[in-house]
């Protein structure tokens, strides 16, 4: 699941410069033509920077992901949901699994990218920062964060770069039935007893600001993205995405007797965009920065896995050190 | 049919897969390669599937509904082997349990395709061709690790050491012994340790781990009878506490 679209560097078309200019412009001429650039591929250096960090941050939230929803499995209410619980939640970690083999075909290892999580250095999609105190709020992200993340993906599977859309468009039908599962979820909570309807409607207050942000701060504010939507890194635009989210999901949300949290949310029928409170951004820049509830919490569960599974790596990789290294299929 | 006799099989053998099931998913986001959180979020699916077919057998004699009788009843009615309620502990430990406790489930359900209870036949069938899969994985696991660096090989053989007295009490007789084999419904404990052992010494020989002699191991058993150790309430609670919040509720 991932937002995408808010961690960016900042770019610069200073940074073309030192690239061969022939060569740029027969790439970016493939890119207008609609073609993959595939792993062998030429591409300006900047490209493979910007996609390394957008798949690498995508795989992050991920695994990451899996963390505050995992905690559920173990208290899942009966079979139907126990089981689905456990298969979504593997279907993230295959998610990640599979990112992290695109990002490698840039030239990035696993081992390094996760050494860059477990460190700081890299990011992860920032709703992961927030808790997960009830049932309600697991269901909440299994409808609603995922509805959000297949936005997103969807529109980035029609991105440039080959190995990551055919992973997305894999990643797009596994997220359809989150969403469905999910969806199945809050709707036994919105219609079941007081006391469930009562925990539903606390998770969507908790949660509907967190999502809001999951998208990325309006565009007005964003980072340069100009020549990353030219390369078709990125597809939409954060506020096309949350536009188009809150167009799907507001009326089935509502549709189940639930209230959000925000007086002001309405569709102004003129410009067919939603008007809503916008999210405090500045608590979105704390968290982003490593202040937000859980992002200590998060990376040191990630960092405790990793330390307990050394010796297991390690011992792995004497008995594979006279294998030959497989480069990831894409 | 000795139905008494049949229903105390169903009953370990649902409660042995729930609860493995149930600390196999407790690794799911925390294994030491992204690969192991699947592959055990894999195999906390197939036991857990596996429990819920079996008692819905247990359903069809006569017991309650599989949510509740997996929900809610406490563990001293609870008749899986003390084996699976173990905490996971170091991946070691969790991956020596699971080759010792899949090979035996694995042989059982083989011998159970022969069950002259048909349902149980049928999906002994199934499950056979699930868990060959869960022993594929242990047994690359313990060749891997039984024989790699020293760390690894001391790791294993302390876990093995650990383990061997609880997995033997999987094999606890069962009061109806005699009276599951004379109908056919099921070869017997003994039958099966036998089987696994060899299956077992099998493997452990291929590795730089020490099997000790089979004799010389102290089974721990009780588990069978709901006799249980400290770590089975605190699962079950875990495991009820949403839906036994709101009685009655559907979710």
């Known amino acids: 699941m991932y937002g995408g679209g808010y961690l960016f560097e900042k770019t610069s078309p200073d940074l073309l410069k030192e690239e061969d200019q022939e060569k740029l412009a027969a790439f970016e001429a493939r890119?207008?033509?609609?073609?993959?650039?595939?792993?062998?591929?030429?591409?300006?250096?900047?490209?493979?920077?910007?996609?390394?960090?957008?798949?690498?941050?995508?795989?992050?939230?991920?695994?990451?992901?899996?963390?505050?929803?995992?905690t559920w499995i173990t208290r899942a209410p009966g079979f139907k949901r126990k089981l689905g619980l456990m298969a979504k939640v593997q279907d993230e970690v295959g998610h990640a699994q599979l990112?992290?083999?695109?990002?490698?075909?840039?030239?990035?290892?696993?081992?390094?990218?996760?050494?860059?999580?477990?460190?700081?250095?890299?990011?992860?999609?920032?709703?992961?920062?927030?808790?997960?105190?009830?049932?309600?709020?697991?269901?909440?992200?299994?409808?609603?964060?995922?509805?959000?993340?297949?936005?997103?993906?969807?529109?980035?599977?029609?991105?440039?770069?080959?190995?990551?859309?055919?992973?997305?468009?894999?990643?797009?039908?596994?997220?359809?039935?989150?969403?469905?599962?999910?969806?199945?979820?809050?709707?036994?909570?919105?219609?079941?007893?007081?006391?469930?309807?009562q925990m539903m409607q606390e998770a969507l207050n908790r949660w509907w600001y967190p999502m809001l942000m999951f998208f990325g701060p309006p565009d007005k504010i964003s980072a340069h993205t100009e020549i990353l939507m030219r390369w078709k890194v990125k597809i939409l635009s954060n506020d096309e995405t949350?536009?188009?989210?809150?167009?799907?999901?507001?009326?089935?949300?509502?549709e189940l007797g639930l209230t959000i949290p925000d007086d002001k949310l309405r569709k102004n029928e003129e410009t067919g965009k939603w008007e809503f409170t916008q999210p405090d951004w500045e608590e979105f820049k704390q968290v982003i920065n490593g202040n937000g509830p859980c992002n200590k919490e998060r990376l040191a569960v990630r960092r405790m896995a990793e330390k307990r599974g050394e010796w297991v790596r390690r011992a792995i990789l004497v008995k594979a050190s006279n294998k030959k290294y497989v480069t990831p299929l894409a | 049919m000795n139905t008494t006799a049949l229903k105390e099989l169903l009953y370990k053998m649902a409660d042995d897969q729930l609860i493995m099931g149930h600390r196999s998913s407790e690794w799911i986001g925390l294994?030491?390669?992204?690969?192991?959180?699947?592959?055990?979020?894999?195999?906390?699916?197939?036991?857990?599937?596996?429990?819920?077919?079996?008692?819905?057998?247990?359903?069809?004699?006569?017991?309650?509904?599989?949510?509740?009788?997996?929900?809610?009843?406490?563990?001293?009615?609870?008749?899986?082997?003390?084996?699976?309620?173990?905490?996971?502990?170091?991946?070691?430990?969790?991956?020596?349990?699971?080759?010792?406790?899949?090979?035996?489930?694995?042989?059982?359900?083989?011998?159970?395709?022969d069950s002259t209870y048909e349902p149980l036949q049928q999906v002994a069938r199934k499950f056979t061709g699930e868990i060959r899969y869960h022993i594929l994985h242990a047994n690359e696991w313990i060749k891997e690790l039984g024989d790699s660096t020293e760390e690894a090989i001391a790791r294993m053989q302390s876990a093995l050491d650990k383990a061997l007295p609880y997995a033997l009490g999987v094999f606890e007789p069962s009061p109806y012994e005699q009276k599951l084999i004379d109908s056919g419904l099921f070869a017997g404990e003994q039958a099966l340790q036998n089987i696994w052992q060899d299956k077992i010494s099998e493997i452990i020989g291929q590795t730089a781990l020490r099997l000790p002699a089979w004799e010389s191991i102290e089974p721990v058993y009780g588990g069978r009878a709901g006799h249980h150790s400290e770590h089975l309430q605190p699962l079950l609670d875990e495991m009820g506490q949403v839906i036994n919040s709101e009685p009655g509720a559907e979710w």
């Open chain 1, 242 to 254: 949350r536009q188009q989210w809150l167009d799907m999901y507001v009326p089935k949300i509502w």
């Open chain 2, 31 to 113: 294994g030491p390669l992204l690969e192991e959180d699947i592959a055990f979020a894999s195999k906390a699916q197939d036991k857990v599937g596996q429990s819920l077919a079996l008692y819905q057998l247990l359903e069809e004699l006569g017991e309650a509904d599989p949510d509740t009788v997996a929900f809610s009843r406490p563990a001293a009615k609870f008749h899986n082997s003390i084996f699976t309620e173990l905490p996971n502990e170091e991946f070691d430990f969790s991956i020596m349990r699971h080759f010792l406790f899949d090979t035996a489930e694995y042989y059982r359900f083989e011998l159970l395709s």
């Open chain 1, 31 to 70: 890119i207008d033509r609609g073609e993959k650039i595939e792993p062998h591929d030429w591409m300006p250096k900047l490209y493979r920077q910007q996609l390394i960090r957008m798949i690498e941050q995508h795989a992050h939230s991920e695994i990451i992901g899996a963390l505050p929803e995992g």
């Open chain 1, 99 to 197: 990112l992290y083999s695109a990002a490698e075909t840039l030239g990035k290892s696993r081992e390094q990218m996760i050494d860059d999580l477990i460190n700081g250095r890299s990011k992860y999609s920032n709703i992961f920062n927030y808790p997960a105190y009830t049932w309600a709020d697991s269901c909440f992200i299994s409808w609603l964060v995922d509805a959000g993340a297949i936005v997103n993906q969807v529109a980035n599977s029609k991105g440039s770069y080959g190995p990551y859309c055919r992973a997305l468009e894999r990643i797009c039908i596994e997220e359809s039935f989150h969403l469905k599962f999910g969806h199945h979820c809050v709707t036994y909570l919105a219609t079941g007893t007081p006391r469930q309807r």
